[in-house]
């Protein structure tokens, strides 16, 4: 049972009656509405990887709590090598997916509560951990697909959680029972927690005394009484709910990358469901661990995936176009991979060089440098591979008709005739719609956002970086008098 085919997985769905709204309607059947479905498609390719001799190694790991082999997603990180195939499996499931893996986020919550809960408990002698341990035995063993929820809705920047005129922007406790608490607020863009079995939940920003209230993290199983979903509503959903053949997307099964806001009025939550309540001194290390990890996986490899997608379509188009040989395409193509590669080289020095952390806790987190380095480089990165793609597309990324137009017979001989190329006209359009969808959509500033916004990278790689060793160098060779008060 610990390992769970998308059968299952799609079993356990159905199961499931979450409150969902979308474009302003309410969602009965997820798996009627195109969208939703994309989501149950993603997430159910996540069980087939795991099933499959090929992938086995990268998407399974040995349990350190039941002894059992189970889906990766669910494994907290316990040496270097465990931090490579986490980052491979992001890598891999991008690959396979072109769209969110839904598994990701609260995989490295898991990771981080799986450190923080450790800590607490050496310091402060609470059972968080022991908690946290139980709960995760039980996802372990049924395969539950988790979400991860961290973005709070926030309200006004210019104030502190405990400022804001309603509180509930930000995930805070509304009241402490005998039995556990109640939350209330709202966590945005959570990523397939829709379709998810579980969403694990942590704060946001790191707190300071007197805002107790908002240092919670906790579990919910999907759809709790007083959870509501508001699914994102993009063209691209539209798109999706019109399509007559679904080969007519960009990303035909999995789409785009789905989120919602998930609503959180006066969920109750059992004790042993609550992973931190109140303890605010340890919300600056979550952040910053989440963050670590969370910049390797979907900052840095996941995108790299997305990356190895892109460039291949663009390849492709530019053979259809018989462009491949010539040397300004060649060179294009070039940049695009060095690009994704020194991506790729960041995400594999991050967990290459990653540490125990607290040491003693048997939880390995990725180099905090080169997680952040490799977000920072992909979030510039997938821009500048967006432009190159687009400009050796040409103009019918964007202007391209409809396939339909190959089907109907008013329309198809002018379609085959003006659109053919070295191959026939279907080929270079559905591979150009595949393109469209990376680089006329939603992918730039998505890329950009997921895994926090590009100005926390830049802050963290300046606060890492020793600018002072760096000066002295700089001295020493010059020939700088060492006494000279020259800061
Ligand atoms: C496709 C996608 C999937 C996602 N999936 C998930 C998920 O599954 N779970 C989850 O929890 N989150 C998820 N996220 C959220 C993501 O982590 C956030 O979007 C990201 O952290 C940026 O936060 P924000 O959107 O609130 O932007 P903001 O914080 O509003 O940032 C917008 C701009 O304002 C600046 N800014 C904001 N506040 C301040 C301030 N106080 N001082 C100075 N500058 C400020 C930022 O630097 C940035 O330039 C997802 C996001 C995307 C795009």
Redesign the pocket.
């Known amino acids: 049972m610990a390992i769970k085919s998308a059968e299952e997985y799609v079993e356990s769905v159905k199961n499931q009656d979450p409150k969902i709204h979308q474009g302003g309607k309410r969602i009965k059947d997820l798996f009627k509405n195109p969208t939703t479905k994309s989501v149950i498609d993603a997430t159910a390719k996540m069980y087939e990887l795991a099933m499959d001799p090929t992938f086995e190694a990268t998407m399974t790991a040995q349990s350190h709590l039941i002894d059992e082999k189970i889906n990766r997603s669910l494994h907290v990180n316990g040496s270097i090598a465990d931090l490579r195939k986490r980052a491979d499996m992001a890598q891999l499931t991008a690959q396979k997916v072109g769209t969110?893996n839904y598994r990701c986020?609260g995989c490295d919550a898991i990771n981080t509560m799986a450190s923080v809960t450790w800590e607490m408990d050496r310091d402060l002698s609470t059972d968080y951990n022991e908690r946290f341990n139980e709960y995760l035995k039980y996802l372990q063993k049924n395969d539950l697909a988790c979400?991860?929820?961290?973005?709070d809705a926030?309200g006004d920047?210019?104030k502190r959680p405990g400022g804001q005129e309603d509180p509930d922007v930000y995930v805070h406790v509304s009241e402490k029972r005998k039995d556990g608490i109640v939350v209330r607020g709202a966590?945005?863009?959570?990523?397939g927690a829709i379709a998810a079995n579980e969403t694990f939940v942590i704060p946001g920003q790191a707190l300071r005394e007197g805002e107790e209230e908002f240092a919670v993290a906790f579990a919910v199983p999907n759809g709790a009484k007083g959870i509501t979903y508001i699914c994102q509503y993009t063209p691209y959903t539209a798109e999706r709910n019109m399509a007559e053949d679904i080969h007519e997307l960009g990303n035909p099964v999995y789409g785009q990358?789905e989120?919602a806001l998930m609503v959180f009025d006066d969920v109750f939550v059992p004790w042993e469901r609550v992973f931190m309540c109140g303890e605010v001194k340890y919300t600056r290390q979550l952040v910053a661990r989440f963050a670590k990890i969370h910049r390797m996986n979907c900052g840095g490899a996941c995108k790299v995936g997305f990356a190895d997608l892109l460039i291949g379509a663009t390849q492709l188009l530019v053979e259809y176009a018989g462009l491949s040989k010539v040397a300004h395409v060649r060179e294009k193509i070039t940049d695009m991979i060095a690009i994704s590669e020194t991506a790729r080289a960041c995400t594999l020095a991050s967990a290459v060089e990653g540490t125990e952390e607290p040491e003693g806790s048997g939880v390995f987190l990725p180099d905090d440098m080169f997680g952040n380095v490799a977000k920072l480089n992909i979030a510039n990165g997938f821009w500048e591979m967006m432009k190159i793609a687009g400009d050796l597309a040409g103009g019918l990324v964007v202007t391209m008709p409809s396939e339909r137009e190959l089907k109907n017979p008013e329309t198809m001989e002018y379609m085959e005739k003006f659109f053919k190329t070295t191959v026939p006209a279907e080929k270079r359009l559905r591979i150009t719609k595949f393109l469209q969808h990376w680089i006329a959509g939603q992918h730039g500033?998505?890329t950009w956002?997921?895994?926090?916004?590009v100005?926390?990278q830049r802050v963290m790689v300046a606060r890492l970086a020793n600018l002072e060793e760096k000066k002295d160098m700089a001295k020493e060779l010059a020939g700088l008098n060492e006494d000279e008060s020259d800061n």
């Open positions: 969110c986020v979400s991860g929820a961290m973005t926030k920047r210019s966590k945005v863009n959570q990523s990358r989120t500033p998505g956002h997921g895994a926090g916004p100005q926390a």
